[in-house]
């Protein structure tokens, strides 16, 4: 509901100035950042010169001694230089997202179309009473402004809301509340999303699409026969120093080459396992990205303990109970995703495994992991879900201070008036051309 409120009206304009004066600001900060970027790759460069050129000379003047001296210290410069590279490009990557976010609340503000982030389509099949009629969803629709949903089910979440037919009147006061507490944190949904977009790798240059919870939960039930790669393991790691001790012994001709036949064996058992090893590694880049995401999300969720917000601490409270930290399990996980990563290089993958049976280590732990996983990330995501769409609505309730809530009143007697509105007014229509209108509906079906 949207109200011509004058009071209203100039907190949203003055709220729109303050984040354009942001992005402004922003727009500096990058600048100042493109320069010093740009001084030390000259840096880089000239320390990277020094190394070849100036180690070269050394090692002809004064020979090996110095020239190993002189070049751990110019390599010592490089380093730095390329540290102190990667932490301003980080910084610069950082802004460009923030700076990002600004603007498409700036165009969320202006109903600027080609500036606000486009929802999830709609299936050809959708119908609706009112949903297209209204503009609640579709290209450009209210879901569209208000959506900021990383999550395709967090959008979706958002727009079952939008679209009820009879909505559940008991629960809309506790979903009241957490939106009003959102409201009284309006960076929090900005910055989880921030902080997920980093995770990605995502550089501010163009916005990714929303993710899919579901290809991580098909992923959680793609169980390997983990207990059967158990002893083949234990033999593996047996095996794989044997190996390395006869191959020394065998260098320093102390023995024949008896390595050959163990390492047959190791081979052997190794190759065995495969068919259990390849479906934990099953779609591991895109769930790695996916779990990097939320562990960013639930890190900066777990920091807050919410002690003025009873609302969100008990609806937060999954990540906080059984004995599990969402942060530490998926970190756990993600390392052990990297790991795997490893075979995507056939090379290095065949050379460590040859030595050392990091492929079914990996999965018998990661499987391990997924069981860890399937008990709690259900109930974690189905939060996360919900709370996107809360921070959506709160979103739009600090960006529209002139919105107001709804006051629910229970419908007890023939006398009850189900629905009475004042100065109604579609929030797409400009504050300058909106027509606000009163509305009584005074008895069911009509």
Request: net charge neutral; with cysteine; aromatic share 10%.
């Amino acid at each position: 509901m949207m109200r011509s409120e004058p009071v209203g009206t100039a907190r949203h304009d003055l709220r729109l100035r303050v984040l354009r004066r942001q992005i402004e600001r922003l727009d500096r900060c990058l600048v100042e950042l493109a320069e010093q970027s740009s001084r030390i790759t000259r840096w880089r460069l000239i320390s990277f010169a020094l190394l070849l050129i100036g180690g070269a000379v050394v090692l002809l003047a004064w020979g090996p001694v110095p020239w190993v001296v002189i070049s751990l210290a110019l390599f010592t410069l490089f380093i730095y230089w390329v540290w102190r590279h990667r932490k301003v490009e980080a910084s610069a990557a950082r802004l460009r997202i923030w700076r990002q976010l600004k603007q498409d609340q700036v165009a969320r503000m202006a109903l600027d179309w080609d500036g606000i982030p486009p929802t999830e389509p709609l299936d050809e099949r959708f119908e609706h009473p009112f949903g297209r009629d209204l503009d609640i969803v579709g290209e450009r629709s209210l879901q569209r402004v208000i959506d900021l949903s990383i999550t395709v089910e967090g959008s979706e979440q958002l727009r079952q809301w939008l679209l009820e037919f009879e909505p559940d009147t008991a629960s809309l006061p506790a979903r009241q509340s957490l939106v009003r507490e959102l409201i009284r944190l309006p960076f929090l949904p900005a910055r989880l999303t921030l902080n997920s977009l980093i995770a990605t790798g995502y550089d501010g240059t163009e916005m990714p699409g929303r993710w899919s919870s579901a290809r991580l939960l098909d992923w959680l039930k793609l169980q390997s026969e983990s207990s059967s790669l158990r002893t083949p393991l234990i033999i593996l790691l047996m095996l794989a120093p044997v190996n390395i001790i006869l191959f020394l012994a065998y260098l320093q001709e102390w023995i024949p080459p008896l390595f050959l036949l163990t390492w047959l064996v190791y081979a052997a058992v190794a190759a065995s396992q495969m068919r259990y090893v390849a479906p934990v590694f099953q779609d591991a880049a895109s769930i790695s990205e996916s779990l990097r995401q939320l562990e960013a999300v639930f890190s900066g969720l777990e920091k807050r303990s919410f002690k003025n917000s009873q609302s969100l601490r008990s609806l937060t409270e999954p990540l906080r109970k059984g004995g599990h930290s969402p942060t530490e399990l998926l970190a756990r996980t993600n390392r052990l995703l990297a790991a795997a990563g490893l075979r995507y290089n056939p090379f290095a993958a065949f050379l460590i495994n040859a030595v050392f049976p990091l492929d079914v280590l990996v999965a018998y732990r990661l499987d391990a992991l997924k069981d860890e996983l399937s008990q709690v990330l259900p109930g974690w995501l189905s939060m996360w879900h919900e709370l996107e769409a809360l921070g959506s609505l709160a979103n739009f309730g600090y960006l529209y201070p002139q919105a107001t809530f709804a006051e629910i009143d229970s419908v007890d007697d023939a006398t009850s008036i189900p629905f009475s509105a004042s100065e109604l007014g579609h929030p797409l229509i400009g504050a300058g051309e909106r027509v606000c209108n009163d509305l009584m509906i005074d008895r069911l079906g009509t």
